[in-house]
């Protein structure tokens, strides 16, 4: 789904926010068909310079992977920070994406996974209810140039701006674990000498009422999450994994999360009956 390409105009609803634009013919300098758009970045700013673009009605954004365009940047002391924004009908942001470039380069081609991008800080929506894409430049200042915005269709239907099941148990364990996806649940391991795939199925059976009680008292939600993925249940071998699993999934999204500090549960030790039991640390911290 093409955003916008600048070939003869802005498109319909653009607006620019503490900047200024200018519509560029350039058939050599172009990086994608004969136009773009120069934005100049006035300095001392306080707030970001932000340019909005208008979707298509119910552009059903949950069916699209990856949002692409090119970008050129002038030098900056350090990386220049930009964010896409994603709002609803009445402009409240639902989903966005903080990324970094360097600038002082040629033409880069920017993609940011729709499965990468986060809920805002004060409300959750849902993709198909996207109707403004915002670029925020939030650091730096200068003429950017910008072209060719575009929405990638994905390969998973109505699950495409979602990341798949695994990919949570390959942030948290790289490639060894042992994983069971069954009855909405997907439930991963790296304790592979101390769990069987068969104690994964116990654990699912004592996790699928869960899921029927939940799909039994939220099925009229307004703003279903995640509807049609499973729940994430990931089992650590030890603290270490626990606590650089948070680290890990802070770098995926471009934000910082610290280990939550509640108790956990903790695998009974092999001499004593097999089983699960509750813990707490002195601290207030578990797995």
């Keep these: ?5 600048f070939e003869e105009s802005t498109p319909e609803g653009f607006e620019i926010l503490r900047g200024e634009v200018e519509l560029v013919k350039d058939e050599e300098g172009c990086p994608a068909g004969k136009g773009y758009l120069k934005i100049k970045v006035p300095d001392n700013e306080r707030t970001a310079t932000q340019v909005l673009f208008k979707l298509p009605e119910k552009p059903a954004l949950q069916n699209y992977g990856t949002l692409s365009a090119h970008i050129n940047l002038p030098p900056l002391d350090g990386e220049w920070k930009l964010r896409w924004h994603v709002l609803d009908k009445d402009q409240n942001q639902i989903y966005q994406r903080m990324f970094r470039m360097e600038g002082g380069k040629d033409w880069v081609k920017a993609e940011c996974s729709l499965s990468l991008w986060r809920w805002s800080n004060s409300r959750v929506g849902d993709w198909s209810e996207a109707r403004y894409l915002v670029l925020n430049l939030e650091t730096g200042s200068g003429t950017i140039r910008l072209d060719d915005v575009r929405f990638k269709p994905g390969n998973s239907g109505k699950l495409s701006s979602v990341a798949k099941p695994e990919w949570v148990a390959k ?30 199925k116990a654990v699912l059976e004592k996790a699928a009422p869960i899921y029927d009680w939940i799909k039994s008292v939220f099925k009229k939600a307004h703003r279903p999450v995640a509807n049609g993925k499973p729940f994430s249940l990931l089992i650590f071998k030890d603290m270490e994994g626990y606590r650089g699993f948070y680290e890990k999934l802070g770098k995926e999204w471009n934000v910082s999360i610290g ?4 108790g956990g549960w903790r695998r009974s030790a092999p001499r004593r009956a097999r089983g699960w039991r509750r813990f707490h640390r002195p601290c207030g911290r578990g797995p």
């Design 259 to 262: 280990a939550p500090g509640a």
């Design 171 to 200: 942030v948290a364990f790289a490639d060894k674990f042992r994983s069971l996806n069954d009855k909405g649940f997907f439930i991963a391991t790296d304790a592979l000498d101390v769990l069987s795939e068969a104690d994964l």
């Design 1 to 5: 789904m093409l955003v916008a390409d």
